[in-house]
């Protein structure tokens, strides 16, 4: 029996139905055709699914779908500002952040959650926040350089 | 004449001898010159047996038998790459 | 790192699939949608060996929303014959088998039967309702239990199914005159490659009878020639598109779940989607091989190698063909040794049928080999890099399987671990009084790999060029080669639009994989560029009436008539039609590349965690194409041979099943557990490749085990042989002291 779901996804108001036993993952990539977060293991422990969920960091296959009722989600959809790109978009393409990109929306997410809160942070602080976001393929250097770059570019930008 | 460098575990046919010179203008013509207790190893139907490759100057060649053979150029036998598929 | 030569060969511009990554908006292989699709999930089998005594689908297939079931019954019954798929020549019936068991399970995770369903959970749920009876078999897990007399067997053939053997010289009388002997023994546990998207393939056997798949892939000819090849199908009936892909390292390269896809899609006239979830990834797909590997090496006073032997025993899963072969080749091919013996076993074991990961075979060999050598160079006393490089292979030497190398990079890789500042920099106090520090070197080896490619590049009227190729893009290589398309026709790279494309519309191009990808693709970019300005050469020709018509640094000139590249590409329609260009390659040769490693720890003498203070990583990559992607690739390469050194195994219960098949209990390096990876890219130019280029994928994933090994020798003075070396082995080696 589906449960009708009425939620605001990247600030707009989206509405689907879901049946209990699917997560917001499901939901957001089977039904909303929102494809950038992906499952790479289904028990929350690569970070590939992050999104946003009132503002704050979750890992989305361990939200059920009917969770989001009147609640806002953010995706790595819904980061950039129209038709151009957020600032850590551009570092990660820019710093080479990425190799195959499968976890890159999940970093992405989660890392504007750090810089929402914490704009300067610190290589540990970085490390900290993003060490339930799974990379196999950069060694997770490059990524520290691409968030530390789009930190720095934020505030000369807010400046 | 082309220089063969024999397989350790075809050793036993060629009395030890990790080299042995035959005559060819193609890789497989240098193995149809080469005694049959070794051929009869490294070719089955005519063509080479499975899970080898030929190298050419140390360079596997793709045209594996029909490679074209110089004087003094070296032939090696080397485990074809297995495990991609399967 | 000199790019005095060229253009946009070494520099970094920004990827051409960058903006679809960043924004979600890239397609990888469960993000597919097609009209119908239904859902597949597989059963798959929990013993490690069993008989298959009866399959009953009838409960499943009563649950709602099951449209189709499968079994191995379903593959078209031809008789069993040995197959070449591209990699060697195996038997039919290994192939179909591990894709759908018949008569026996071979390992946890064989798969079974599947189901397709309207939705994902009704397919999960109604799989669990197969009711399949199985009669347990003794199973056996690692290599000399598989070798053992008597042992139980998994097919009609023995379980060692290959024994490689090399050698040159005479190695027993070579020991006698040695004046140090080290003989150790090591055990490396089965490791995932780990990328992060599990397998995904849809599959649609379509009204006129051709198979569309779009699956995540190294190799989407490979999976053509396999799908067809079980199907019973030719090859111009099945066609692949490869999507996007998540990773692959090796384990992308077999063909698991898009045969059961399409035979799931026949019978229910309908395209199916199947998607493996963790569990199955590390049970039903292709782990590297656990090995056991015994070293010996002998040394003059001096510490010139005179001696060497290996025994190599690598487990290949439930069929044949593990990479022994491999480790057999880069064991000793760091070093010039007058006297070898190698024999190397392929053992089949009770567990996944084993896949290439990143240089595959070759870190086994170099966790023993290169503990080996720090052995001799401590009890020499000789430094560890200056021993190395008395005995550093070069031109011309020699290596244990025949081949002399050409010209390789092994002594300058080794010159730039000596001077690069980590290795003289001080180690520092230990951070408290439970710590000790230590600092190892490693080297390691991989020959990388040809295979054909091809590429067709046909000129726009506006002066960009689209460029196609067919090798799946796993790391940014469709920019890679897009740049050496660029040097050649002197535009910017931003103007070659580059798409890797399905196999209806490129010709037949090897896997992304073997460090061949900017190699050979980029080869075939390079001479189909090439063929291009040949074309172009003609048409500017045509309108000079001209024979002497000259192109150099993107431009055409002929006296003094000229014309740059954009503004003859705008006269090609009035001058004859469109111009495309295209190229295959197969090259012989890859270049082989050295790889280094200098490694920092501080370990904790309580715990045995491992802390890694300093990382290097050092690597020939011929002619770097975009630095910033070579930097990645030993960076990746560097943190999986980091996880594999200190954590990574398959935990088996005795009968046989994998109890950590999560990723909290399979666990790889987070963020947290790794330090800045510090590269330097050494640049010996393959002479082989237009360019130079060197292969640099794999060879830097070598090294790492070995190097941390040194390390925590150096630091606590015990000599782990066993991989992982996590902290309950450590702690438990220490208290051996």
């Given at each position: 029996?589906?449960?009708?779901?009425?939620?605001?996804?990247?600030?707009?108001?989206?509405?689907?139905?879901?049946?209990?036993?699917?997560?917001?993952?499901?939901?957001?990539?089977?039904?909303?055709?929102?494809?950038?977060?992906?499952?790479?293991?289904?028990?929350?422990?690569?970070?590939?699914?992050?999104?946003?969920?009132?503002?704050?960091?979750?890992?989305?296959?361990?939200?059920?779908?009917?969770?989001?009722?009147?609640?806002?989600?953010?995706?790595?959809?819904?980061?950039?500002?129209?038709?151009?790109?957020?600032?850590?978009?551009?570092?990660?393409?820019?710093?080479?952040?990425?190799?195959?990109?499968?976890?890159?929306?999940?970093?992405?997410?989660?890392?504007?959650?750090?810089?929402?809160?914490?704009?300067?942070?610190?290589?540990?602080?970085?490390?900290?926040?993003?060490?339930?976001?799974?990379?196999?393929?950069?060694?997770?250097?490059?990524?520290?350089?691409?968030?530390?770059?789009?930190?720095?570019?934020?505030?000369?930008?807010?400046? | 004449?082309?220089?063969?460098?024999?397989?350790?575990?075809?050793?036993?046919?060629?009395?030890?001898?990790?080299?042995?010179?035959?005559?060819?203008?193609?890789?497989?013509?240098?193995?149809?010159?080469?005694?049959?207790?070794?051929?009869?190893?490294?070719?089955?139907?005519?063509?080479?047996?499975?899970?080898?490759?030929?190298?050419?100057?140390?360079?596997?060649?793709?045209?594996?038998?029909?490679?074209?053979?110089?004087?003094?150029?070296?032939?090696?036998?080397?485990?074809?790459i297995s495990g991609g598929f399967l | 790192m000199s790019t005095a030569p060229y253009n946009i060969i070494g520099t970094r511009p920004p990827r051409h699939d960058g903006a679809d990554k960043v924004t979600g908006r890239a397609i990888?292989?469960?993000?597919?949608?097609?009209?119908?699709?239904?859902?597949?999930?597989?059963?798959?089998?929990?013993?490690?060996?069993?008989?298959?005594?009866?399959?009953?689908?009838?409960?499943?297939?009563?649950?709602?929303?099951?449209?189709?079931?499968?079994?191995?019954?379903?593959?078209?019954?031809?008789?069993?014959?040995?197959?070449?798929?591209?990699?060697?020549?195996?038997?039919?019936?290994?192939?179909?088998?591990?894709?759908?068991?018949?008569?026996?399970?071979?390992?946890?995770?064989?798969?079974?039967?599947?189901?397709?369903?309207?939705?994902?959970?009704?397919?999960?749920?109604?799989?669990?309702?197969?009711?399949?009876?199985?009669?347990?078999?003794?199973?056996?897990?690692?290599?000399?239990?598989?070798?053992?007399?008597?042992?139980?067997?998994?097919?009609?053939?023995?379980?060692?199914?290959?024994?490689?053997?090399?050698?040159?010289?005479?190695?027993?009388?070579?020991?006698?005159?040695?004046?140090?002997?080290?003989?150790?023994?090591?055990?490396?546990?089965?490791?995932?490659?780990?990328?992060?998207?599990?397998?995904?393939?849809?599959?649609?056997?379509?009204?006129?009878?051709?198979?569309?798949?779009?699956?995540?892939?190294?190799?989407?000819?490979?999976?053509?020639?396999?799908?067809?090849?079980?199907?019973?199908?030719?090859?111009?009936?099945?066609?692949?598109?490869?999507?996007?892909?998540?990773?692959?390292?090796?384990?992308?390269?077999?063909?698991?779940?898009?045969?059961?896809?399409?035979?799931?899609?026949?019978?229910?006239?309908?395209?199916?989607?199947?998607?493996?979830?963790?569990?199955?990834?590390?049970?039903?797909?292709?782990?590297?091989?656990?090995?056991?590997?015994?070293?010996?090496?002998?040394?003059?006073?001096?510490?010139?190698?005179?001696?060497?032997?290996?025994?190599?025993?690598?487990?290949?899963?439930?069929?044949?063909?593990?990479?022994?072969?491999?480790?057999?080749?880069?064991?000793?091919?760091?070093?010039?040794?007058?006297?070898?013996?190698?024999?190397?076993?392929?053992?089949?074991?009770?567990?996944?049928?084993?896949?290439?990961?990143?240089?595959?075979?070759?870190?086994?060999?170099?966790?023993?080999?290169?503990?080996?050598?720090?052995?001799?160079?401590?009890?020499?006393?000789?430094?560890?890099?200056?021993?190395?490089?008395?005995?550093?292979?070069?031109?011309?030497?020699?290596?244990?399987?025949?081949?002399?190398?050409?010209?390789?990079?092994?002594?300058?890789?080794?010159?730039?671990?000596?001077?690069?500042?980590?290795?003289?920099?001080?180690?520092?106090?230990?951070?408290?009084?439970?710590?000790?520090?230590?600092?190892?070197?490693?080297?390691?080896?991989?020959?990388?790999?040809?295979?054909?490619?091809?590429?067709?590049?046909?000129?726009?009227?506006?002066?960009?060029?689209?460029?196609?190729?067919?090798?799946?893009?796993?790391?940014?290589?469709?920019?890679?080669?897009?740049?050496?398309?660029?040097?050649?026709?002197?535009?910017?790279?931003?103007?070659?639009?580059?798409?890797?494309?399905?196999?209806?519309?490129?010709?037949?191009?090897?896997?992304?994989?073997?460090?061949?990808?900017?190699?050979?693709?980029?080869?075939?970019?390079?001479?189909?560029?090439?063929?291009?300005?040949?074309?172009?050469?003609?048409?500017?020709?045509?309108?000079?009436?001209?024979?002497?018509?000259?192109?150099?640094?993107?431009?055409?000139?002929?006296?003094?008539?000229?014309?740059?590249?954009?503004?003859?590409?705008?006269?090609?329609?009035?001058?004859?039609?469109?111009?495309?260009?295209?190229?295959?390659?197969?090259?012989?040769?890859?270049?082989?590349?050295?790889?280094?490693?200098?490694?920092?720890?501080?370990?904790?003498?309580?715990?045995?965690?491992?802390?890694?203070?300093?990382?290097?990583?050092?690597?020939?990559?011929?002619?770097?194409?975009?630095?910033?992607?070579?930097?990645?690739?030993?960076?990746?390469?560097?943190?999986?041979?980091?996880?594999?050194?200190?954590?990574?195994?398959?935990?088996?219960?005795?009968?046989?099943?994998?109890?950590?098949?999560?990723?909290?209990?399979?666990?790889?390096?987070?963020?947290?557990?790794?330090?800045?990876?510090?590269?330097?890219?050494?640049?010996?130019?393959?002479?082989?490749?237009?360019?130079?280029?060197?292969?640099?994928?794999?060879?830097?994933?070598?090294?790492?085990?070995?190097?941390?090994?040194?390390?925590?020798?150096?630091?606590?003075?015990?000599?782990?042989?066993?991989?992982?070396?996590?902290?309950?082995?450590?702690?438990?080696?220490?208290?051996?002291?």
């Open positions: 029996m589906k449960t009708y779901v009425s939620m605001t996804c990247n600030g707009e108001p989206v509405e689907f139905l879901a049946e209990p036993r699917q997560t917001l993952l499901e939901c957001l990539r089977d039904t909303l055709h929102l494809t950038g977060a992906k499952e790479g293991c289904g028990d929350g422990n690569c970070g590939s699914c992050c999104v946003m969920l009132d503002g704050e960091l979750v890992t989305s296959c361990l939200v059920l779908g009917v969770e989001a009722q009147g609640r806002t989600v953010t995706t790595v959809e819904g980061l950039a500002a129209g038709s151009g790109l957020h600032p850590l978009q551009k570092a990660f393409i820019d710093e080479a952040a990425l190799q195959c990109g499968y976890c890159t929306p999940g970093f992405l997410v989660a890392a504007r959650a750090l810089l929402d809160q914490e704009p300067a942070p610190s290589e540990e602080r970085i490390r900290l926040w993003l060490a339930n976001n799974l990379c196999r393929c950069t060694g997770y250097d490059k990524i520290i350089r691409a968030v530390q770059s789009a930190a720095r570019q934020m505030k000369e930008t807010a400046q | 004449m082309a220089k063969v460098y024999i397989p350790a575990q075809l050793r036993a046919f060629t009395e030890g001898a990790e080299w042995v010179e035959a005559s060819g203008d193609t890789v497989g013509a240098v193995i149809g010159n080469l005694g049959p207790s070794v051929r009869n190893r490294l070719l089955r139907d005519g063509r080479l047996a499975p899970g080898l490759a030929i190298a050419v100057d140390g360079e596997i060649t793709p045209l594996g038998l029909r490679e074209t053979v110089a004087p003094e150029t070296e032939i090696h036998f080397l485990t074809a | 990888y292989g469960a993000d597919f949608q097609i009209n119908g699709l239904l859902h597949g999930a597989v059963l798959r089998s929990p013993h490690a060996h069993a008989r298959i005594e009866s399959v009953d689908t009838s409960r499943a297939a009563a649950y709602p929303g099951v449209v189709a079931i499968v079994t191995a019954d379903d593959f078209p019954q031809t008789p069993d014959r040995i197959v070449d798929l591209g990699e060697g020549e195996t038997p039919l019936s290994y192939v179909r088998g591990n894709v759908l068991a018949k008569g026996k399970v071979l390992y946890q995770g064989h798969a079974v039967a599947a189901v397709a369903a309207t939705s994902p959970h009704a397919a999960e749920q109604a799989a669990k309702l197969i009711d399949v009876r199985y009669t347990p078999l003794p199973c056996v897990l690692t290599a000399p239990e598989g070798m053992a007399p008597g042992a139980s067997k998994l097919h009609e053939q023995e379980n060692v199914t290959h024994h490689i053997q090399h050698a040159i010289g005479d190695a027993d009388a070579a020991f006698q005159q040695a004046a140090i002997v080290v003989e150790r023994e090591f055990h490396t546990a089965t490791v995932h490659q780990g990328y992060i998207e599990p397998h995904a393939a849809t599959a649609l056997w379509n009204n006129d009878g051709r198979v569309q798949i779009w699956c995540s892939t190294q190799g989407s000819f490979v999976v053509r020639d396999v799908v067809s090849c079980l199907l019973d199908l030719p090859v111009s009936q099945v066609k692949v598109t490869p999507t996007e892909i998540g990773g692959g390292f090796g384990g992308k390269i077999p063909v698991y779940i898009e045969p059961v896809a399409a035979l799931l899609s026949r019978r229910s006239g309908r395209p199916v989607r199947i998607v493996m979830n963790r569990r199955d990834v590390f049970e039903g797909s292709g782990p590297t091989p656990g090995s056991f590997i015994r070293v010996k090496l002998g040394a003059d006073a001096e510490g010139r190698f005179i001696a060497a032997r290996a025994h190599l025993a690598y487990e290949a899963g439930a069929y044949p063909g593990g990479m022994v072969g491999p480790g057999t080749m880069c064991v000793f091919a760091a070093y010039d040794i007058p006297n070898v013996a190698i024999d190397g076993y392929d053992v089949l074991v009770n567990k996944p049928s084993t896949a290439a990961y990143r240089a595959p075979g070759a870190t086994n060999a170099a966790f023993a080999t290169e503990s080996v050598v720090d052995e001799l160079a401590r009890q020499l006393k000789i430094d560890p890099l200056e021993l190395r490089l008395r005995n550093a292979s070069r031109e011309g030497t020699r290596r244990a399987d025949g081949p002399k190398f050409r010209r390789i990079g092994c002594v300058e890789v080794l010159e730039a671990m000596k001077a690069h500042p980590h290795y003289s920099a001080p180690l520092g106090a230990a951070s408290h009084a439970a710590a000790k520090r230590g600092r190892g070197t490693a080297i390691g080896y991989w020959f990388n790999i040809g295979l054909p490619s091809s590429c067709v590049i046909s000129v726009n009227a506006d002066g960009t060029v689209n460029l196609i190729e067919g090798s799946t893009d796993i790391g940014g290589t469709r920019t890679s080669i897009a740049m050496q398309a660029a040097e050649v026709l002197g535009i910017p790279v931003a103007d070659v639009h580059p798409a890797v494309v399905d196999t209806d519309t490129i010709g037949y191009t090897g896997v992304t994989g073997g460090s061949r990808t900017t190699y050979a693709t980029g080869w075939a970019a390079h001479d189909a560029a090439k063929d291009v300005i040949r074309l172009m050469t003609e048409r500017a020709a045509k309108i000079w009436q001209a024979d002497d018509v000259q192109f150099a640094n993107g431009i055409f000139r002929s006296g003094n008539n000229q014309l740059t590249f954009a503004e003859l590409a705008a006269k090609l329609t009035e001058t004859g039609g469109p111009v495309v260009g295209q190229a295959s390659v197969n090259p012989k040769a890859a270049g082989g590349s050295f790889a280094g490693v200098i490694a920092d720890v501080e370990v904790d003498v309580e715990t045995g965690k491992v802390t890694i203070l300093r990382f290097t990583s050092i690597q020939d990559a011929g002619r770097a194409i975009h630095p910033s992607y070579v930097e990645g690739q030993m960076q990746g390469g560097s943190v999986q041979g980091i996880g594999w050194a200190l954590n990574e195994e398959y935990w088996m219960s005795p009968d046989g099943r994998m109890v950590n098949s999560t990723l909290l209990d399979y666990r790889m390096p987070t963020i947290l557990d790794v330090p800045p990876i510090d590269t330097q890219i050494v640049e010996v130019p393959n002479p082989a490749h237009p360019f130079g280029v060197r292969g640099v994928g794999e060879a830097n994933i070598v090294p790492p085990p070995a190097a941390l090994a040194n390390a925590i020798h150096d630091a606590l003075g015990i000599r782990m042989s066993r991989l992982p070396m996590n902290p309950p082995s450590i702690v438990a080696e220490l208290a051996k002291q």
